[in-house]
């Protein structure tokens, strides 16, 4: 509600026209009544706005909170907006990167949200306020006297961001007041370290944007070598297994083979092959199609 207010009131671009776009995710029982809120506070405004109902996957295995992040971002996707603001801020980074920093990360797990992403081709999501606190917003929700809704479901702890809000935060923040601060400082060095790796591992295999070179990873360091074949399979959007997986994948495809025989490696879903030094990865599952 701050961002849509901010925008309606002092839109940085008067000549580029924008949208709401509300995401019905239909999981709570109160979700039509979320979307017609958000529909008259747009209109009050004059700001369009379009509700997108999406269904959820229950099934999908990743857990309820991914499969609706799934199920909105598809929907964004779909948006023919160039650019999508979206509202995380400060402490919403800050629970990103503990909840990744208990899961064992990397770096590109540790670098949370980003300010700026490609969502696809063409198509930009920024987040304006992820360097601003949430007093902050909440600050100029109340001067402002701004009308909001909190989901009910975010006071669930059996979720896990909502246990590290609830439990761990309050405990942290009793001991380190800034602490948001600096964990969204932490976010922006793991960004600029990972942004460094992937540099390297272009260097490293000599990637053109199409092709990828192995021939001089054969005699690199192990932590290069994995470096490059993750950057690689994120370059392919694929995405990259555990390090321990990589380790194992690097040592088939980066060492001298035999003979006439190219280096394989991959999971349930591709192969990476290795000929005449240049990667290629093949889906198993669209091979299976068109077999069929």
């Not at 839109?11 to 017609?36: C, T, V």
């Not at 506070?41 to 309820?64: H, M, W």
């Not at 920093?101 to 992820?130: C, F, N, V």
């Amino acid at each position: 509600m701050v961002l849509l207010d901010i925008l309606s009131k002092r839109n940085p671009a008067p000549s580029l026209p924008f949208q709401a776009i509300h995401i019905n995710h239909g999981i709570s029982k109160n979700a039509n009544a979320w979307a017609k809120f958000c529909a008259d506070e747009c209109a009050k405004r004059g700001v369009p706005i379009t509700v997108e109902v999406v269904n959820v996957d229950r099934q999908s295995g990743l857990g309820l909170e991914a499969a609706a992040r799934e199920a909105r971002y598809a929907a964004l996707m779909k948006s023919d907006a160039e650019v999508v603001l979206t509202a995380q801020h400060q402490t919403d980074q800050a629970e990103t990167v503990l909840h990744q920093m208990l899961r064992g990360t990397g770096l590109q797990g540790l670098a949370g949200m980003g300010e700026a992403r490609e969502l696809w081709l063409g198509q930009m999501l920024l987040r304006p306020l992820l360097n601003v606190s949430r007093e902050a917003i909440e600050k100029y929700a109340q001067e402002n006297k701004l009308q909001w809704i909190e989901d009910e479901s975010n006071d669930d702890t059996a979720y896990t961001r909502n246990f590290i809000r609830h439990e761990i935060v309050p405990l942290i923040a009793e001991r380190f007041p800034h602490y948001a601060a600096s964990l969204e400082r932490i976010a922006r060095h793991a960004h600029e370290s990972a942004e460094l790796n992937e540099a390297l591992a272009k260097i490293d295999l000599k990637w053109d944007g199409e092709d990828a070179f192995a021939d001089e990873l054969d005699a690199l360091p192990l932590p290069r070598q994995i470096n490059a074949l993750y950057y690689w399979l994120r370059w392919q959007k694929v995405a990259p297994p555990s390090r321990d997986q990589l380790e194992a994948w690097a040592s088939q495809l980066f060492r001298a083979p035999p003979e006439g025989k190219p280096h394989l490696a991959g999971g349930h879903d591709y192969v990476i092959r290795r000929r005449r030094n240049v990667l290629t990865c093949e889906n198993i599952a669209d091979r299976k199609a068109d077999s069929s």
